[in-house]
């Protein structure tokens, strides 16, 4: 095993996982594993190559949030150092939810406090069956307060004030019906599952897949008026007459499979 606590791996296939490697301590992290994962992911994101951008983890938990170590060196720090701490965790969790990268966690184990807030910010989250959540920041006289607005977007505010303040644990299926997580896959075929899901994503034109979490970002909570309306058919026009577009259509009618890889990218 690595002794690096973060392994990074890429594929040929456009995946590039990011998996948390500190078993030992059921993948907490602290400052230093902040600012580099917070660098590995704008590194990727600015990765051409790159088209699915997965974030694991080693061991038996996905991640337990704070080390130890770094919340005994915190409870002696002032206002000013906590809260020049707490804007490198804010910046790790932007980061990864402004990714323009299309980015999926994979949720083999525990997953407390700030790992939450991974998962939330993530567009996709495959949960083994085993996976536990807990926003267990209050049962140390905390709040889970940098990732509150991911959390909140992912799971709503009538579940956030629950989970935010009873603290208490909830396995994956409840994840699921609150909107943490999208699927459950067996614990024993998870590698499996998640596989076969990636490259079933992958299938997809990059060009769309970019072009539509972008959609998501425009029209999430805006009021359906006049300027919104001819955006996305603006949007949906520059992507049919795009070199992508043109090949999609024609393979869906060919019946044969797109073939993305020798195309120019066209749209922005």
Not at 38 to 63: P, W
Not at 176 to 192: D, G, P, S
Not at 215 to 229: G, K, M, Q, T
Request: proline share 2%; aromatic share 8%.
């Amino acid at each position: 095993m690595s002794d690096k606590s973060i392994v990074v791996a890429k594929r040929d296939n456009g995946v590039a996982t990011i998996t948390l490697n500190r078993p030992e301590i059921h993948n907490a992290f602290d400052d230093e594993l902040i600012r580099e994962l917070t660098q590995t992911i704008e590194k990727l994101d600015n990765d051409s190559s790159v088209r699915i951008l997965a974030l694991a983890a080693e061991g038996k938990s996905f991640s337990a949030g704070a080390d130890l170590n770094w919340m005994k060196r915190m409870a002696g720090y002032s206002w000013e150092q906590n809260y020049q701490d707490s804007l490198q965790l804010a910046s790790l969790m932007q980061t990864l939810y402004e990714c323009k990268k299309t980015t999926v966690a994979m949720i083999q184990g525990a997953a407390f406090g700030g790992g939450v807030g991974l998962v939330a910010c993530c567009d996709i989250a495959l949960a083994s069956e085993k996976a536990v959540f807990c926003l267990s920041e209050v049962k140390l006289g905390l709040i889970p307060s940098v990732i509150s607005p991911y959390v909140v977007k992912a799971i709503g505010e009538r579940n956030a004030k629950r989970y935010f303040v009873t603290a208490e644990r909830f396995d994956a299926v409840e994840a699921r019906q609150i909107n943490l997580v999208h699927k459950i896959f067996a614990h024993n075929e998870f590698a499996n599952s998640v596989e076969d899901f990636l490259q079933k994503t992958l299938a997809n034109g990059p060009q769309a897949m970019y072009q539509a979490k972008k959609l998501v970002n425009l029209v999430a909570n805006r009021s359906i008026e006049e300027d919104l309306i001819r955006d996305t058919a603006q949007r949906i026009a520059d992507i049919r007459a795009s070199n992508e577009g043109k090949e999609g259509v024609s393979a869906f009618l060919e019946k044969r499979p797109a073939n993305w890889f020798n195309l120019k990218s066209d749209i922005e």
